[in-house]
């Protein structure tokens, strides 16, 4: 979606591959056998061109010129994340009373900044914010493993169930809280004083020390 200059792009691709296989009867009951792979593409970008000139905003204090504040825009930001997991899982029934439930998980995540340029910021914030070309950042790789274990447990009055496991599970990076803050090529602002000398309550060139 684009609104005002701003878009907003965030998507995912999520191919997954899943095998189950049941197996009556073997080694201590009923086995319900399931593996499975996938793969998450994790893409965000926010770019910011606003149309409207000019590119800063005058601020007054009870109607006297007080600052000037101006943008870097046009800015165009990307953030990814590669997700590849496979795991494993076995539903085992034992009799008809007690069931367990028993599985690992591998993730390897992946993410990153991609290398990136912007061109020179719209006047007068092209000297502050001048055309430039950032490398990639990369984040740390992890790779987790997480296993789990969960059983039931029937009594015989056919009313009365008993659940308990034990888990591990792991904080998945998001692209918007974790990583978009340190992307060098999305919107900043910069405020300077700003001083009004020929009294028109408009800026003009002269009336800020960009330096």
């Known amino acids: 979606s684009t609104a005002h200059g701003r878009s907003w792009d965030h998507h995912r691709n999520h191919p997954k591959a899943v095998l189950t296989w049941y197996k009556p009867n073997w080694f201590l ?33 009870n109607g006297v010129p007080l600052e000037l504040t101006t943008q870097n825009t046009p800015v165009f930001d990307v953030q990814r994340m590669d997700n590849i997991a496979a795991y494993a899982q076995d539903t085992l029934t034992l ?19 991609p290398a990136s340029c912007r061109q020179a910021a719209h006047p007068p914030a092209d000297a502050l914010f001048p055309e430039q070309c950032f490398e990639q950042i990369q984040f740390n790789k992890q790779h987790l493993i997480a296993p789990r274990a969960r059983a039931v447990y029937a009594l015989g009055d056919a009313k009365t ?50 330096d």
């Not at 367990?100 to 993410?111: A, E, I, K, S, W």
């Open 29 to 61: 009951g009923n086995h319900e056998l399931k593996t499975g792979v996938e793969y998450l593409r994790d893409y965000a970008s926010t770019p910011f061109n606003p149309r409207e000139a000019p590119n800063y905003r005058l601020i007054f204090a």
């Open 95 to 113: 009799g008809r009373q007690l069931t367990l439930n028993l599985g690992v998980r591998y993730d390897y995540m992946n993410p990153f900044i």
């Open 161 to 210: 169930v008993f659940k308990g496991g034990w888990g591990r599970y792991y904080y998945r990076p998001t692209l918007g809280a974790d990583i978009a803050s340190a992307d060098p090529n999305r919107t900043a602002t910069a405020t300077f004083q700003w001083r009004d000398l020929n009294g028109n309550s408009d800026f003009d060139t002269g009336e800020v020390n960009f």
